[in-house]
């Protein structure tokens, strides 16, 4: 299958060619872990596992790499104020950010590195571009030249005159341009590692560039590196930067950005008081209703969070349970045995679909599909032939699109005393005895039947 994606570094639709036949190579970067993370965190996750599980699905063996930074000054600062060690403080905002993602319906990555695992390959990364002449020391720290790279902002497509005369990059007496970014920090305070030249720690640019570099091979070139748009300047910028310098490459042929999350149509911002932990949003209305909001809008587009767009995810999550719902139990009151293996689908509905992520990953496209499958699963589910083949091809499609979707809906198995309940449910509906079928109803809706 063709897969088209829209390039950040070209801003155009490309065909996706990885560089390994079959294989595709993918790093997104992840959280630094000094907090529980908000909701707009949980946006990145959702949609490179959503993409992920796509490309595994149409036949790609995928290497999906997702970081830890667990050196940072926020770290540290949250570490001194809580009398706690920087490991404490970021092991446990680990543990937090994987139970959330887990909870939001997001498999684990293949591998998650952190930032203090790769120390030393951080040092010799930052010795070979100094080596270059890419990057210098002054009075311990070190800093990547920009103008070392002739193409610089061209993620960005930022021009480097007008960051300088607006005074948009930190001042500093140690640089030598006030657009060069730290690669290493003099520091004595928090957690220190010796260098060729100083005690101190790495700067947050070179991190990711070294790890791509130290789990992928081919030079540390790889398929599609991704985040939220927020990175695209400077972390992402400064990353291609040291490729560059590095490699000769621009670390990833493809580059793919989110958007960002409004909340009741503005920004999130900590000064506007309007930022929500993912945890609590998990908490207050269920992670499978929180990705629905989050896949109800193309990833290169705000999200809106508000009453409204809660209360419609949940309504669309409710009609997809009961056809769930009502596709498994029929099937099973007819003595068809549910399967996770060696299964058909209706390859119709599928191929749309699939053909809808292939575009640039259109995910309320393809929620349309699901939902045209559902109305047609609703038909036949009504008709009084009740074609059994069609409801088993209805139910497996479902099925696999739940799962590229990432949404954990849940289908009842039942025993024979389930059946019989069923059948006797059915049978008082047939016979109008509504009150027999009301008191029945209600004992399979206890037991998420119906």
Same mark, same amino acid.
């Given at each position: 299958m063709e897969v088209k994606l829209y390039n950040s570094l070209t801003r155009k639709i490309e065909v996706f060619k990885p560089i390994k036949d079959g294989q595709v190579s993918m790093y997104v970067c992840g959280p630094t872990v000094y907090d529980y993370p908000h909701i707009g965190n949980m946006r990145p996750v959702v949609v490179f596992d959503t993409l992920r599980r796509f490309f595994e699905y149409i036949g790609y063996k995928v290497t999906y790499v997702s970081n830890f930074t667990d050196i940072d000054d926020k770290i540290i600062n949250r570490a001194l104020k809580e009398n706690k060690s920087e490991k404490e403080i970021s092991s446990f905002f680990i543990d937090e950010f994987k139970k959330e993602i887990h909870d939001i319906g997001s498999k684990d990555p293949d591998i998650t590195p952190k930032v203090s695992e790769y120390?030393?390959?951080?040092?010799?990364?930052?010795?070979?571009?100094?080596?270059?002449?890419?990057?210098?020391?002054?009075?311990?720290?070190?800093y990547f030249k920009v103008n070392y790279n002739q193409d610089y902002g061209i993620l960005s497509n930022i021009d480097i005159d007008d960051l300088i005369s607006g005074a948009r990059v930190e001042a500093s007496t140690k640089k030598e341009n006030p657009l060069d970014f730290a690669l290493w920090k003099s520091t004595d305070q928090g957690i220190q590692f010796d260098s060729p030249w100083s005690k101190g720690r790495p700067g947050w640019h070179t991190e990711c560039c070294v790890m791509i570099d130290s789990i992928f091979p081919n030079n540390g070139l790889i398929d599609i590196h991704g985040g939220g748009y927020d990175l695209k300047f400077p972390?992402?910028?400064?990353?291609?930067?040291?490729?560059?310098?590095?490699?000769?490459?621009?670390?990833?042929?493809?580059?793919?950005?989110?958007?960002?999350?409004?909340?009741?149509?503005?920004?999130?911002?900590?000064?506007?008081?309007?930022?929500?932990?993912?945890?609590?949003?998990?908490?207050?209305?269920?992670?499978?209703?929180?990705?629905?909001?989050?896949?109800?809008?193309?990833?290169?587009?705000?999200?809106?969070?508000?009453?409204?767009?809660?209360?419609?995810?949940?309504?669309?999550?409710?009609?997809?349970?009961?056809?769930?719902?009502?596709?498994? !139990?029929? %099937?099973? *009151? /007819?003595?068809?045995? =549910?399967?996770?293996?060696?299964? @058909?689908?209706?390859? +119709?509905y599928m191929d749309k679909f699939l053909f809808a992520l292939s575009q640039d990953l259109n995910i309320p496209n393809a929620l349309s599909v699901l939902f045209d499958l559902?109305?047609?699963?609703?038909?036949?589910?009504?008709? !009084?032939? %009740?074609? *059994? /083949?069609?409801?088993? =091809?209805?139910?497996?499609?479902? @099925?696999?699109?739940? +799962?590229?979707?990432?949404?954990?809906?849940?289908?009842?198995?039942?025993?024979?005393?389930?059946?019989?309940?069923?059948?006797?449910?059915?049978?008082?509906?047939?016979?109008r005895n509504f009150a027999l079928s009301d008191c029945i109803r209600n004992k399979l809706s206890e037991k998420g039947i119906l």
């Open positions: 120390i030393p390959q951080i040092i010799n990364y930052i010795d070979a571009l100094v080596k270059k002449g890419a990057a210098y020391d002054f009075d311990g720290d070190v972390h992402h910028e400064n990353e291609i930067a040291q490729a560059e310098a590095m490699h000769g490459h621009h670390l990833a042929n493809y580059w793919m950005h989110n958007n960002f999350i409004n909340i009741n149509n503005e920004k999130m911002s900590k000064s506007l008081g309007n930022v929500f932990l993912a945890k609590d949003l998990i908490n207050q209305y269920g992670g499978t209703t929180v990705r629905m909001v989050l896949l109800n809008a193309p990833y290169r587009q705000p999200i809106n969070f508000t009453e409204q767009t809660i209360n419609a995810a949940k309504t669309e999550l409710n009609k997809i349970r009961n056809v769930y719902k009502q596709l498994a !139990s029929t %099937l099973q *009151i /007819n003595y068809v045995k =549910l399967n996770n293996t060696g299964y @058909k689908i209706d390859n +119709n559902m109305k047609k699963a609703n038909v036949t589910l009504r008709d !009084s032939s %009740l074609n *059994i /083949n069609q409801l088993q =091809l209805y139910f497996y499609t479902m @099925k696999d699109m739940l +799962n590229i979707l990432g949404l954990n809906i849940e289908y009842p198995i039942l025993d024979s005393d389930d059946i019989v309940l069923y059948l006797n449910y059915l049978a008082a509906k047939e016979e």
